[in-house]
């Protein structure tokens, strides 16, 4: 008895909860109590596959490219050589894959939020999970601005 009264209690807390729970709109209503189903998370090969719609996850959404800006990109070349190069060879394997060709297998915002948020995306991104699986290496958050990870990515296009 006494326990099915708690739950007795407890479902009419609920009911109470969810009545006056915050926001009375519509809108909010259904993002709390219908949230999108989650996609299931795509496998390291589904996601190379698709990797033109890969964008990563961190800061950058979205970022036009037009001509290449040799400035810009020896700026980035600095950056590289002095943050990346203990892992990163430009064309060969090192602790990390070589930056060479990688605008053919990655997109520029992909690139970026991987230089800008490492750990989450060897976390969570499907490529970054697959890249750490490969290399048994989480790849080092080098700190870098956006302005800054934005060069060393100009500096990628010209490899
Ligand atoms: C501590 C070693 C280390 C440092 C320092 C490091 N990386 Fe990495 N990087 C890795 C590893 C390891 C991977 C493979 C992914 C993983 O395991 O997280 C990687 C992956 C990458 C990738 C994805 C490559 C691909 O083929 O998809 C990019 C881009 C990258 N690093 C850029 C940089 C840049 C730019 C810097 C300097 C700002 C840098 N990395 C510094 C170790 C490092």
Redesign the pocket.
Known sequence: MKSKGSIFLAVVLFALMSACGGGSGEKEKKGKFAPPPKAKPMTYEEAKADWKNQKGLGPVKSIDLGEVESELAKKGEK??VL??T???APDKEK???A?KG?MD??TPEW?MN??LN?EEM?MKDP??RG??MK?N????N?G?TEEDARA?LEYFRTL
């Open positions: 950056i590289y943050k990346c203990a892992c990163h602790l990390g894959p930056p990688i297998r990655r690139v991987m230089i490492p060897a490529i970054g890249l750490l290399y290496t989480v790849m080092a080098q870098l060393v």
